[in-house]
């Protein structure tokens, strides 16, 4: 696993503002690494570097590549989280094509930029982390932008494992089940209470949990090109 000791490790991670980034970016800091956000809005996480960006937004996303090399400039190691991911519900018959565009934008289209903008700064030993969904190997109703874009992003992990073969850098995809953030507390009770009823401990799983699995993976090398579950365990109906 990264530590402290083993020279200088940097996080760079999106959607750190709040839910699962938070508790990432959070986890990383506390082992010691420097900790580089790209939001809207800043993180609170102490001594982070803030990049404030519109993920969705080509234009701003360009426009931070040198303001990012050099925040992670000196770094011998560097962890790419890729966080941040917008939903928005609908169906096949009625999602329109603008939509499904502005989630592959953030949801896929940013991530590879990233990839792009770190990728000759990154050494053996680094880490590009995406953070999938359930939704990344199965589909529910009324999530088709969505679930499309999960899987595209499964997609973009294996090509960058088999396009970095030699260069010591691995890859994962970590696949949250309901967890409690913003993104799904907005439901209300009953329904936080029958998503819980889905998985086998009966409950949602904390960002924490999350975060906790996604620096156990940034140090595995062994992980690569892998597709991991971290949803308590689902219960197929
Ligand atoms: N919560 C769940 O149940 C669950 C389940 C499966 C997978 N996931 C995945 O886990 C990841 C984190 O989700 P979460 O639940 O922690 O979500 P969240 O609490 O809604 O946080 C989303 C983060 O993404 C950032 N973000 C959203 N739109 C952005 C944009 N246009 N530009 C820049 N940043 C943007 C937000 O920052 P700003 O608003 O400050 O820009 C925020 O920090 C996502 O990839 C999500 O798909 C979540």
Redesign the pocket.
């Known amino acids: 696993m990264p530590s402290k000791s083993s020279g200088t490790h940097c996080l760079v991670i ?8 938070l508790a990432t970016a959070t986890r990383f800091a506390n082992a010691g690494h420097r900790i580089v956000n ?4 800043a993180t609170p996480v102490p001594g982070a570097i803030q990049i404030s ?4 937004q080509p234009v701003e996303l360009e426009a931070i590549a040198a303001p990012l090399l050099s925040a992670v400039d000196g770094a011998d190691v560097v962890t790419l989280v890729h ?5 928005i519900p609908g169906s096949v018959r009625d999602i329109s094509a603008s939509q499904l565009r502005a989630l592959f934008e ?1 949801n896929v289209v940013a991530p590879m930029s990233l990839n792009q903008m770190l990728l000759p700064q990154m050494r053996g030993g680094s880490a590009i982390i995406y ?1 999938g ?2 939704l990344s190997h199965r589909a529910t109703r009324n999530m088709t932008a969505y679930v499309t874009t999960k899987h595209a992003l499964v997609g973009l992990m294996r090509s960058t494992c088999q396009d970095l073969a030699g260069t010591g850098v691995h890859t994962c995809c970590i696949c ?4 409690e ?4 507390l907005s439901y209300g009770e009953q329904a936080l209470k029958n998503l819980a009823g889905l998985s086998t401990q009966n409950r949602l799983s904390t ?1 924490i949990e999350i975060a906790d699995f996604v620096y156990f993976a940034a140090g595995q090398p062994v992980l690569n090109g892998a597709v991991l579950n971290a949803d308590l365990g689902f219960i197929e109906p």
């Open positions: 999106t959607g750190a503002s709040k839910g699962i980034g790209l939001s809207r809005t960006v519109d993920l969705a966080n941040a991911a917008l939903m953030i953070i969904s359930t949250p089940g309901f967890t953030t913003e993104m799904i960002p």
